[in-house]
């Protein structure tokens, strides 16, 4: 699987994260149990917690990471939508032939940058790595997405080294699970 295929049960995984940091949610033993039940303003946010409100029995994460990577192409209209009103990117509709698409263009280079730095410090062990930027390298090491962060393979190396150095989380670990999920149903449909 490819890192542009990982990336929508990386950024299922990265919501997931966000709901255990607001105490919406809870893991225990890899089970997600819903704490705070109340609506929320942010419409992602709300969009994860709907489903699971309306299940009567709590479900495995990477069951949750499964079902909404079908979802995928939706979650990343959310997310491009939410990131447009941040000013973080711009969209633009275009036309090729007379197929409608949107182009995506970043507008804050400089917080993006921050960002990959910020993991990529977490991941070479450079600096004293907080919560998201460890949880968020561990992430980016399970779905394939070193490539992207390190383009030199000498670094991806360190990188690798050092996180398997790092305790795994749930959600990482749950989001690889769903990963490998996917690698299998692939292999079973091809043979």
């Known amino acids: 699987m490819n890192a542009s ?16 940091k607001k105490e919406l949610v809870s893991i225990e033993n890899g089970v997600v149990h819903l704490i705070n039940s109340t609506l929320q303003n942010d419409e992602i946010h709300e969009f994860f917690l709907n489903p699971i409100r309306l299940r009567e029995k709590d479900r495995k994460i990477r069951t949750w990471i499964s079902w909404f990577n079908g979802r995928g192409r939706k979650i990343q209209k959310m997310f491009v939508r939410n990131l447009v009103r941040k000013n973080v990117l711009r969209t633009e509709e275009k036309r090729f032939l007379f197929i409608p698409y949107t182009k995506v263009y970043l507008m804050d280079r400089e917080l993006v940058e921050s960002i990959r730095k910020e993991v990529e410090n977490a991941s070479l062990g450079k600096a004293e790595p907080n ?36 305790p795994e989380t749930q959600v990482s670990k749950a989001v690889q699970e769903a990963i490998q999920m996917m690698h299998a149903a692939i292999f079973v449909a091809a043979t």
């Open 5 to 20: 295929a990982a990336l929508g049960m990386t950024l299922t995984g990265s919501v997931f994260v966000e709901l255990l």
């Open 131 to 166: 919560d998201e930027s460890t949880i968020l390298a561990m992430m980016v090491s399970k779905t394939n997405l070193m490539s992207r962060i390190f383009p030199e393979r000498t670094q991806r190396k360190e990188a690798t080294r050092n996180l398997k150095k790092l």
